[in-house]
């Protein structure tokens, strides 16, 4: 994937630029993670409600990942008539991620105009 920041306009200050794009790697990392957050969410079996509930992203070094907490998600996502819904999302979510992420990085030159 490919991010292209236009930065025509910007006629902010050039070091604060600089520096906000050191913080960029993880905040397209986190807003990538919302992303499949809200369609892991959107196509989650509901009973309870206990397994949307848990789906929640968590970071570790350079990896972020999203997923349910609870310990009979496995069973939903490979035995129950659910089986797959993880996959299913994350498929869905794959085509949404590329505008999301180069919105985010957009948004760090909209700072400076």
């Known amino acids: ?10 006629t902010g200050n050039w070091e604060e630029l600089a520096r906000r794009l050191q913080q960029l790697p993880q905040e397209l990392m986190e807003e990538a993670a919302r992303v499949v957050e809200l369609v892991m969410k959107r196509t989650a079996p509901y009973r309870t409600g206990a397994l949307k509930s848990s789906i929640y992203p968590t970071e570790s070094e350079k990896v972020v990942m999203v997923g349910p907490h609870v310990y009979y998600a496995p069973y939903v996502e490979y035995r129950g008539k659910s089986a797959g819904y993880i996959e299913r999302a994350a498929a869905a979510a794959e085509p949404l991620l590329p505008q999301a992420i180069q919105a985010r990085a957009q948004e760090y030159v909209e700072v400076g105009r």
């Open 1 to 10: 994937m490919n991010i292209s920041i236009d930065l025509s306009e910007f």
